[in-house]
């Protein structure tokens, strides 16, 4: 089975500057989550989708931050423009259905560097 | 707010020890506890998790106990070995309408051979 994809790997931006991520999560994974890893801290939730509607992005920065899932499949997360403290690896993840007990596929990440 | 407590890292063991990383919660009701893993230049993945009090997760030689007099979740292994070498994170869910996971700030462990 096809884990979770994210693009790039790596990504370098001057502050100011505007960078997108995108994610393909497990076929037929209903749930998808954006989540923001700075170094030494654990994940933070930055929006979660059920198919194409958001059913929380209380702690995306939305004057900044932007995600959309069209079709109910990819999702793009779009930062403009990026600040220093962006720098962060960016973190898609699936699961099956909604509720927090399920069990959460994540991808490799985006580790994005501001500068 | 919610939040989960781990022990700071990195923790260096020696291969074949028994092997504990503290994990502390406080949460607004009972929440489900999930400890992850994430190896070397991988996504993080699910190791064990424990819904209510008094449940005990266990996969891979991991186990931890959902202790709700001391809001700890607690993980453990007999014997370690140099393939256990990854980070650790602690999570919580309270639910309430949101399924967004509080993650602690991982642990490193390092085994040596």
């Known amino acids: 089975e096809a884990g979770v994809a994210q693009s790039p790997r790596y990504k370098i931006i001057e502050k100011r500057q505007s960078v997108a991520f995108w994610c393909n999560p497990i076929s037929g994974h209903a749930t998808l989550y954006w989540y923001q890893q700075i170094l030494g801290q654990g994940p933070k939730l930055l929006i979660q989708f059920q198919n194409n509607g958001v059913v929380d992005d209380s702690q995306l920065p939305k004057d900044r931050f932007s995600a959309e899932r069209l079709k109910g499949v990819d999702s793009t997360l779009k930062i403009q423009p990026a600040k220093l403290e962006d720098s962060a690896v960016y973190l898609c993840?699936?699961?099956?259905?909604?509720?927090?007990?399920?069990?959460?596929?994540f991808g490799s990440g985006t580790q994005l560097s501001v500068l | 707010g919610d939040s989960v407590t781990q022990m700071e890292g990195p923790v260096t063991l020696s291969e074949e020890a028994f092997l504990t990383i503290n994990c502390t919660y406080t949460a607004t009701g009972y929440p489900s506890l999930f400890w992850y893993v994430q190896y070397p230049g991988e996504g993080l993945q699910l190791l064990l998790k424990a819904t209510k009090a008094d449940d005990k997760g266990s996969n891979k030689g991991f186990e931890a106990t959902y202790r709700k007099e001391t809001t700890s979740f607690h993980l453990e292994k007999g014997s370690v070995q140099v393939s256990d070498s990854a980070v650790y994170f602690c999570?919580?869910?309270?639910?309430?309408?949101?399924?967004?996971?509080?993650f602690g700030k991982g642990t490193h462990l390092i085994i040596q051979p």
């Open positions: 999570a919580s869910w309270v639910g309430g309408g949101a399924d967004g996971l509080t």
């Open positions: 993840a699936s699961s099956l259905t909604g509720g927090g007990w399920q069990k959460l596929f």
